[in-house]
């Protein structure tokens, strides 16, 4: 009797816990679409961005173009990271350090350049062959200048994220950071759907 008592308590505690809250109204109104920049000088392969406390927007591009559009639309770059290029790989994702206002850190996640070779990684060989094709994504927090420009010498490399390169596809990265200051990377699969019928390896 116990254990069936115990059974009808597990499965009321699951019940409560499926309980989805009601969605909150949207209200459009809340919202509106602003260009920040456009066309090929200004943008490039845009990516990610951040919204710095001057309201300034950072902008990447996945050939290691950071850019900063400023509150009157004006955009400039304010740094190129050296970054290795195929298909999907380079500079992803950008963030502004919560506490921006005072330490001017922002974040990086992007693909440095190492020695891999150009061009398509094979389709079949042994360990050794795949080992030169063997890189990292890389997380890496800069300071930003006075002057909106990054201060490449204050590089600190936090996180190498192993990846396949040479192949085909879904590198991208994103950083975020929670009320409480934690810093959160997202990554993508780092494989190619096409080769698995739509699924990851």
Same mark, same amino acid.
């Given at each position: 009797?116990? =254990? ?8 009321? @505690?699951?019940? &409560?816990?499926?309980?989805? /809250?009601?969605? =909150?109204?949207? %209200?459009?109104? #809340?919202?509106?679409?602003?260009? +920040?920049?456009?066309?090929? /000088? ?7 961005? @951040?919204?710095?406390? #001057?309201?300034?927007?950072?902008? !990447? &591009?996945?050939?290691?173009? +950071?850019?900063? !559009? ?16 195929? #298909? ?6 950008? &963030?502004?350090?919560?506490?921006? =206002? ?13 020695? *891999?070779?150009?061009?398509?990684? /094979?389709? *079949? ?27 490449? @010498?204050?590089?600190? %490399? ?41 699924? @990851?390896?």
């Amino acid at each position: 009797m116990s =254990a069936a008592l115990l059974l009808v308590a597990a499965s009321a @505690s699951a019940l &409560a816990v499926q309980a989805a /809250p009601a969605a =909150a109204a949207i %209200n459009a109104a #809340d919202f509106q679409q602003v260009t +920040l920049a456009k066309g090929e /000088p200004e943008v490039g392969e845009p990516l990610t961005i @951040s919204v710095l406390p #001057d309201r300034s927007v950072l902008h !990447t &591009a996945r050939n290691g173009t +950071l850019r900063r !559009t400023d509150a009157n639309g004006t955009t400039s770059v304010i740094a190129n990271i050296p970054v290795y290029q195929h #298909d999907e790989e380079g500079l992803q994702g950008v &963030a502004a350090d919560p506490n921006f =206002a005072t330490n001017r850190y922002i974040y990086l996640y992007y693909a440095p350049p190492l020695s *891999t070779p150009a061009g398509d990684a /094979p389709a *079949t060989g042994t360990a050794t062959d795949w080992a030169t094709w063997t890189g990292v994504n890389r997380l890496s927090r800069f300071t930003l200048n006075a002057n909106f420009t990054v201060n490449m @010498s204050s590089q600190v %490399n936090i996180l190498d994220v192993p990846a396949n390169r040479g192949i085909c596809c879904h590198v991208g990265g994103d950083i975020d950071f929670d009320a409480a200051g934690n810093l959160y990377l997202s990554t993508g699969d780092d494989s190619n759907p096409f080769d698995s019928a739509g699924y @990851s390896p």
